[in-house]
């Protein structure tokens, strides 16, 4: 028998932006649950922590046991090297500095730039691998917010890459609109509880790469922005279930 996930599936093929966090594996689970064929891209950049990307390769092996039909659609996984943002910018993210707020009202943590970059190196990989449509966790609702997570970027930014590479890419945002909470319902929806178990013990969201202690809503530090808001975003999506 055909499950509803088997006829309303999409022959388009896609490109996920799997950094190995929580958002982009709901956005992975989200892209699998719609797409023909699904590949994964990830970013190297001199991260303070890579403990993030270092459990990409399990994440995706555990992904395909979930769901038999997930496995048959997950293609290639790419890793790509952005070295130079670590050179060409300063922050939290990058270098041994504490987090904080700057006068601008952006957190240190922000990159310039970086999704920026991030989505056109995307579609230059998706143009040479035929993936139409670029899918990747951006958030207005919920974040800090960065402005190159906005929606109206997103959609400049698809004007942009289309004219430039003559192209007709699709940028999907599934977690644009949709507070942490939501996410974590989000992934119980796409996935079950087998989902919501496995991003809650095998992905990583701590900024300080803190990885000691398991708690209620996974690991990290509990204290910096990233745990507080993934911290903060499961007790209300319990909250919610038990409501
Ligand atoms: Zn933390």
Redesign the pocket.
């Known amino acids: 028998m055909m499950k509803p996930s088997d006829i309303n599936i999409s022959a388009e093929h896609a490109l996920v932006l799997f950094s190995g966090g929580q958002d982009s594996t709901t956005c992975l689970a989200w892209a699998l649950e719609r797409y023909a064929h699904v590949e994964t891209l990830g970013f190297s950049y001199g991260q303070r922590h890579a403990i993030e990307l270092s459990m990409r390769p399990a994440l995706l092996e555990k992904m395909r046991a979930i769901q038999p039909a997930w496995s048959s659609r997950l293609g290639e996984d790419h890793l790509l090297d952005l070295g130079l943002i670590s050179q060409i910018s300063n922050t939290a993210l990058t270098s041994e500095i504490a987090i904080e707020m700057q006068a601008n009202g952006l957190p240190n943590t922000f990159v310039p730039g970086r999704n920026l970059m991030f989505m056109m190196v995307a579609a230059t990989l998706a143009y040479r691998r035929n993936l139409k449509v670029l899918v990747g966790g951006m958030c207005e609702t919920d974040f800090s917010g960065y402005p190159d997570c906005r929606d109206d970027t997103m959609k400049a930014l698809q004007v942009a890459l289309n004219l430039g590479m003559a192209s007709q890419f699709r940028l999907e945002t599934p977690l644009m609109w949709i507070n942490k909470a939501q996410t974590w319902a989000l992934a119980e929806q796409l996935g079950g509880k087998a989902l919501t178990e496995l991003i809650r013990e095998h992905t990583h969201?701590?900024?300080?790469g803190?990885r000691g202690q398991l708690h209620d809503w996974g690991y990290?530090?509990?204290?910096?922005p990233?745990?507080?808001l993934r911290a903060q975003g499961f007790a209300q999506f319990r909250e919610s279930q038990n409501a």
């Open positions: 969201t701590c900024y300080l803190e990290g530090c509990g204290a910096c990233a745990c507080q």
